[in-house]
């Protein structure tokens, strides 16, 4: 089976967080009792493999202060596990 590390969107119809271009189910965000509206967290999910590329690059070409290098280093290494 082939990992899939984005692009990935959010289908608000069915709840589900999919691959671009291929449409694959990766995520459903669904609550079982419909009480919770996950729709903010399914936005950020789906836009994270983005997210982390931007970090990345910004790491390696934006001059920026020790503080914010650690921050960003940390949020990089999270995201890769």
Not at 14 to 38: C, F, Q
């Amino acid at each position: 089976m082939a990992a899939h590390v984005g692009p990935w969107r959010y289908e608000a119809a069915t709840k589900t967080i999919r691959s671009v271009p291929e449409n694959y189910w990766l995520a459903s965000m669904n609550s079982w009792d419909g009480a919770v509206d996950h729709e903010a967290n399914a936005l950020v999910m789906a836009a994270s493999a983005e997210l982390l590329a931007v970090c990345k690059r910004l790491l390696a070409e934006v001059p920026m202060g020790a503080g914010h290098i650690r921050q960003l280093s940390a949020a990089i290494s999270k995201a890769e596990g």
